[in-house]
């Protein structure tokens, strides 16, 4: 048990240096220690994501939640590997774009087209007061995301809050020209978190950066990698919730509903990782 602690110890720090491929050999010596522990195969899965491995990602998730049917956190990261997986293969199926004639702008040049994949997907949660971000020690089911504390036996690490600087205030506010932004439009009160993996901010509570009604720009500090907005109305009404996501000021992902207390879980992927 010493071994299987001390390497999910290690793969949380290499997961918290975003060195995610030693993180899963370290999580592998940890289940080779302990088989039955379902915080490092679910912690496993989420570095696995990290690296575009979803299949082997979901494949290990699901080890976490047959170990443990009520583990939250992992209910919550098979959600978002299946939305990749599913994101993934439409992206597959797609036509080829190289035999397609794009609509020429008016100045005649081609519609701008993003340097960026972006995949919407459940995400949990990812989403709690924290996220899904492991914890050192094995006393609490942890997870990476988010900072949403795992749950087993394990002591949650601290997980610093993001600062999200709030954009331009008027009716209409103005998209950001450069940087990474979530921007949530909704004429009443919501809550939820956005965020990067292991670093998120609450949008409602005492934790809250600015108010969470209306026209809301949150600065995300990462310009590569997974940007997750995870969103509820506060009400039954039925006006619509928005979330977006842009990057250098062009739209990456975009969601909405008009469902009375409905939520919203998107995530944008802004580079594609490399499996090797």
């Not at 912690?43 to 699901?62: F, M, P, V």
């Amino acid at each position: 048990m010493d071994d299987a602690q001390t390497w999910f110890n290690e793969g949380v720090t290499l997961y918290e240096k975003s060195d995610y491929r030693r993180a899963i050999t370290a999580f592998d010596k940890a289940l080779a220690a302990d088989p039955t522990l379902a915080e490092a195969w679910n912690n496993r899965g989420l570095a696995l994501i990290q690296t575009g491995d979803y299949e082997e990602a979901r494949r290990s998730i699901q080890k976490a939640l047959s170990l443990n049917p009520h583990y939250e956190n992992a209910k919550k990261a098979r959600n978002i590997v299946l939305r990749l997986l599913k994101d993934q293969e439409n992206t597959e199926t797609a036509p080829d774009a190289s035999k397609v004639t794009p609509p020429q702008a008016p100045d005649g040049k081609g519609p701008k087209r993003p340097v960026v994949l972006v995949t919407l997907i459940f995400v949990v949660l990812l989403i709690a007061a924290g996220g899904i971000i492991a914890v050192r020690h094995m006393q609490g089911s942890g997870g990476f995301f988010a900072q949403v504390t795992p749950t087993p036996v394990l002591t949650p690490i601290p997980t610093p809050v993001a600062t999200l600087t709030p954009g331009p205030t008027s009716t209409k506010p103005a998209v950001p020209s450069s940087g990474v932004w979530v921007e949530i439009k909704y004429d009443r009160s919501y809550s939820g978190t956005v965020g990067i993996p292991g670093n998120v901010q609450m949008l409602s509570g005492s934790t809250q950066m600015q108010p969470n009604t209306g026209d809301q720009f949150y600065q995300i500090e990462r310009n590569n990698g997974i940007i997750y907005a995870s969103v509820t109305k506060n009400d039954g009404s039925g006006d619509p919730l928005t979330v977006n996501i842009y990057k250098d000021g062009t739209l990456i992902k975009t969601d909405s509903t008009m469902k009375p207390y409905g939520g919203l879980d998107v995530v944008g992927v802004l580079s594609t990782p490399t499996v090797q």
